[in-house]
């Protein structure tokens, strides 16, 4: 059989959307998924994500971010769905806080719209949170939450009907160094290529052990779902924002009740260590507790209110938090896309253009980005 031009391992958000834009150069392409696209155990399986412009002062990412808006924005309206909710994001934080500083400045160097909000002002227009500890704000009205799962499975329908060849199959690891011709599947297929791209998200450190088990780290994520009482819509849009609190140890976040879903909460902190494909995806007793000493001290209105759903995903984090998108150093034909790091959904589509003009066109490299600047000590720093 003929081979294509391009195999890509992983139908997540990152290996998507490198397919769309692999694809739309007039190359072939196979996609395969282990678990099907964002299926329960992905990264990109989850109900919503947070699409954000604001990153402290990291300018790279707040770029991103803003590719990145109008392209889903497209692709949502070329296949009809309700794939993005524009119910702005708040940042709620102290005066003190440099990072928002820095975010409203970078914001507005990059023409994004976003409003400064002060203590009564926070307090007047969203009575449902009691945040004592805020003492500044800033919403950036543009932005809000893509729907993840839907998303992704969209793109992966969209890509068969433009003539990717979508399989569920496992790849198995490349074992030879040097160029690689062909990947074998655990059912015994073989799919030969001319290039590879493995987008694993967490399952890159277990495709390329001795690269990648120091480099990146899987952590489980417990995510929570409330049912606000019966209603009472001020626990979705456009009532609710999202907003993260930035003010407090555990980094809290929040996504409106989208979907009827429940209104979503979690905790930003890293998790422990976590297997994606045989990890438990049961939340403990310890974290329900902590979720209700926090409603009742800030969100008393949700103190009692019942968790009409849960789940636990896993961040794939570099030591930094900056994604990994480089080419594998024994096989020049393989690149690695992944390194995630909880905030990567939203970059699904300036990554997928980022990684196809660097294969297609030798486009120049962001040193960020390289395997070289992977390090093997965790030091959280973009967020
Ligand atoms: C709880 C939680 C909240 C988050 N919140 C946000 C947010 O608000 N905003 C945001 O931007 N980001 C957020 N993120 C981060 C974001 O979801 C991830 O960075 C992103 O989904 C990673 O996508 P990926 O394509 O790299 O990985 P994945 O989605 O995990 O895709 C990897 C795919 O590879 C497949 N695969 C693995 N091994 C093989 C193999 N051998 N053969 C074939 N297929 C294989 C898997 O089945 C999987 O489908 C969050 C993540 C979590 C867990």
């Known amino acids: 059989m003929k081979p294509y031009d391009f195999a890509i391992v992983g139908a997540g958000v990152f290996g998507a959307w490198t397919a769309h834009f692999l694809r739309r150069s007039g190359a072939s392409v196979v996609l395969l998924d282990a678990y099907g696209p964002a299926s329960s155990r992905a990264s990109s ?80 227009r969203w009575p449902q949170l009691q945040f004592e500890d805020v003492t500044c704000g800033v919403l950036e009205p543009d932005s809000g939450v893509l729907m993840a799962r839907s998303s992704v499975q969209a793109l992966v329908a969209d890509l068969i009907n433009s003539g990717v060849e979508y399989r569920t199959a496992a790849a198995l690891i490349p074992e030879r160094p040097g160029k690689l011709g062909v990947i074998q599947t655990t059912s015994g297929d073989s799919i030969s290529a001319g290039a590879f791209v ?7 450190p277990k495709i390329f052990p001795e690269l990648l088990s120091d480099r990146i780290f899987p952590t489980r994520q417990e995510v929570f779902f409330l049912g606000p009482p019966a209603g009472r819509v001020d626990f979705r849009p456009p009532q609710m924002p999202v907003w993260l609190h930035r003010t407090h140890p555990d980094l809290p976040y929040a996504l409106p009740d989208i979907e009827n879903r429940g209104f979503k ?110 390090q093997t000590t965790q030091k959280r720093a973009v967020y």
């Open 45 to 124: 399986g989850g109900e919503t994500r947070v699409i954000r412009m604001g990153y402290g002062p990291d300018e790279l990412y707040t770029r991103w971010a803003l590719r990145s808006l109008p392209l889903w924005r497209e692709f949502a309206a070329r296949v009809g769905k309700d794939l993005f909710h524009q119910t702005g994001v708040l940042w709620l934080s102290s005066d003190a806080d440099v990072y928002l500083k820095s975010l409203y400045e970078i914001l507005g160097q990059a023409g994004v719209k976003r409003e400064k909000l002060g203590t009564q002002e926070i307090r007047k």
């Open 198 to 204: 493995f987008a694993c998200g967490p399952w890159l």
């Open 265 to 374: 909460i979690a905790f930003d902190r890293h998790g422990d260590a976590f297997d994606p494909d045989s990890g438990p995806r049961v939340v403990a007793p310890s974290s329900i507790e902590l979720l209700r000493a926090y409603l009742k001290k800030y969100i008393p209105m949700l103190a009692s209110a019942p968790i009409v759903e849960t789940r636990v995903c896993q961040y794939e984090n570099t030591w930094n938090g900056d994604f990994l998108i480089d080419r594998h150093p024994e096989h020049e034909n393989v690149w690695i896309a992944g390194g995630g790091s909880g905030h990567g959904f939203k970059h699904g589509p300036a990554l997928g253009e980022y990684l196809s003009s660097r294969i297609l066109r030798g486009a120049p490299a962001e040193p960020r980005f390289s395997l070289a600047a992977k």
